[in-house]
């Protein structure tokens, strides 16, 4: 595991500020105060945590509604976890110490102080501090929704400001964590998602959604590019303009000759001009593509049969629906020999008669 190094200035606003000075600020004593010595002291030397009595500790504490207290145990655990380069344990501390922030001053409290900390940079670590987040953000513009899109935009994306972000501004910040965690999805590959604590297992057969990449496209797509909460009002009114066999590729299109009226350049499904829904199908056909070269079958069907539910939601002319039945009809003729093979041929049922 690589062990990060930052310099002391670099981390500490309260060391910067002691050694700063200048004519038109107050000088600052010749001595430091006690106080300030023993802070510069705590921050050069992160103290030894016993990191089981920690947690044990505040578990307790949590219990007994002590969240004040709860919170500053977690300080020296988030110091800890930073200067021996524990990625998994400082994911852990900052994202319990973002949920505790959250119960004692709020939601826009929480996310302004998870966003200033310095996350994990290895790859499972830095997932589950993306996912958390996106998850906060989504939840806050749910909580608010209708106050939310009231706003108008008044501050920019640099500056994290919940109270002011407009719908557009949160949107957008939680689709960059989404992306961020998917960008890192061949480091996720490995995972089962039984041993990522931060998801709640899912109820699906062993072999359908077992690795912590299934998990992570499934919600990014599930959570954010198809649900249309986030969409614009013209992407919801022009979804009918995309080329529905470019969304039922084995590796849609996503390039200005994509069918996506007015882009230019490279493009792809970080790229918040195309369409959410074709880069929702292109997501979920990298992770069939992937499940296909390794010979998971049933994992690389489900992968097809969210994207086929998820276009049969968005797509409701008849000529568009017996286009996606036919589709999925020559799929499954495919994949008798699948045990999943039964799940798609129920979807298949239910498309044909709804009733």
């Known amino acids: 595991m690589i062990t990060m190094r930052r310099s002391l200035l670099a ?9 700063a000075g200048s004519s038109g600020c107050q000088r600052l004593d010749a001595e430091p105060s006690r106080e300030n010595l023993e802070a510069m002291s705590r921050l050069a030397h992160p103290p030894t945590v016993d990191r089981r009595s920690a947690w044990k500790e505040i578990d307790r504490l949590l219990e007994e509604a002590k969240l004040q207290e709860a919170s500053d145990r977690l300080v020296p655990l988030v110091a800890a976890a930073r200067a021996s380069g524990d990625d998994a344990e400082l994911a852990k ?8 922030t959250m119960a004692l001053g709020g939601m826009e409290t929480a996310v302004i102080k998870l966003k200033a900390e310095a996350w994990p940079k290895e790859s499972v670590a830095r ?3 993306e996912l958390y987040y996106a998850h906060v953000l989504l939840d806050y513009f749910s909580s608010y929704d209708w106050e939310i899109r009231e706003r108008e935009r008044v501050i920019s994306d640099d500056t994290v400001d919940l109270k002011a972000w407009t719908a557009d501004q949160i949107a957008g910040e939680a689709e960059r964590s989404f992306l961020a965690a998917w960008d890192r999805r061949a480091g996720l590959a490995a995972v089962p998602v039984v041993d990522f604590p931060y998801l709640r297992k899912n109820d699906y057969p062993p072999g359908i959604r077992d690795s912590l990449r299934d998990a992570v496209t499934y919600l990014f797509v599930e959570r954010m590019l198809g649900d249309t909460r986030y969409w614009s009002a013209a992407e919801s009114n022009n979804v009918w ?7 039922l590729a084995d590796t849609p299109d996503v390039s200005p000759t994509g069918g996506v009226p007015g882009i230019s350049g490279p493009s792809g499904p970080s ?5 959410p829904l074709l880069r929702a199908a292109s997501v979920l056909a990298d ?7 390794r010979k998971e079958a049933d994992a690389a069907l489900e992968a097809r049969l ?3 539910r998820l276009l049969f939601a968005h797509r409701t ?6 286009q996606l039945i036919a589709s999925l009809r020559s799929r499954l003729d495919r994949e008798r020999a699948t045990p999943w093979w039964s799940e798609g041929m129920a979807e298949l049922a239910g498309e044909i008669d709804p009733g």
């Open 11 to 19: 981390v500490s606003p309260l060391v910067a500020f002691l050694l």
């Open 93 to 100: 501390a900052l994202v319990r110490q973002s949920q505790v």
């Open 127 to 129: 997932a589950a501090v």
């Open 241 to 247: 303009q995309l080329d529905l066999t470019n969304l």
């Open 271 to 275: 790229d918040r001009r195309v369409h």
């Open 287 to 293: 992770l069939e593509r992937w499940h296909r070269t």
């Open 306 to 308: 969210t994207r086929q």
């Open 317 to 322: 002319s008849a000529a568009d629906r017996q």
